[in-house]
């Protein structure tokens, strides 16, 4: 037979806790201003931070970049990637450089707006729908045409599947 003794054990204490008191109304995490001044002088404070941020933190990596003419942008699995994909272009006689960028929050938005100053196109490769192309593309501001090329549900695109992609773009024959 088994017996079953409750034991009542409790819970230590919490002083970061909300509990709906006015006591603990301070710990309270909100960013709900509802009086116009306030809302603003919060806003523009944001605004300061995130300037700063992107100043500060923005990061980013090229390969083989100095003298692209076709400049691919990708980040994570993907950028490994396209290491591969620019040495199969440059094989092909396709000046391709990466660009990957290493935060994309903040976006690092000036550097790849100086690479791509070199470019004749910039090529996006995503393993989503095109969620940082939309970053590229305000980037770019219509300076160079901008390309995109995605993987979904979690295929990971190859490095000849982006070459090829790219050959017929730029008008390479692919074989």
């Known amino acids: 037979m ?21 006591e603990t109304r301070p710990n309270a995490v909100t960013s709900i201003h509802l009086e116009p001044d ?6 523009r404070k944001l605004e300061a931070k995130y300037k700063q941020a992107e100043e500060a933190e923005a990061r980013s990596e090229t390969y083989r970049a100095e003298d692209a003419e076709v400049l691919l942008v990708g980040y994570g699995i993907v950028s490994r990637v396209l290491r591969s994909t620019v040495d199969q ?19 690092p938005s000036r550097a790849l707006l100086q690479q791509a100053k070199k470019a004749r196109m910039v090529q996006v490769v995503e ?13 770019i501001e219509g300076r160079v045409p901008v390309e995109f090329y995605g993987r979904v549900g ?7 599947e982006v070459r090829d992609h790219v050959l017929q773009l730029v008008a390479v024959p692919v074989a």
């Open 154 to 160: 979690g295929n990971v695109p190859s490095a000849e």
């Open 2 to 22: 088994l017996e079953l003794h409750p034991h009542i054990s409790q819970a230590p204490e919490k002083p970061w806790a909300v509990k709906g008191t006015p």
């Open 127 to 139: 393993m989503s729908t095109g969620m940082m192309v939309e970053d590229v593309r305000l980037t």
């Open 89 to 107: 272009l440059r094989e092909r006689g396709v000046r391709a450089g990466l660009f990957r960028p290493v935060t994309l929050f903040p976006f």
């Open 38 to 43: 306030t809302l603003e002088a919060h806003v």
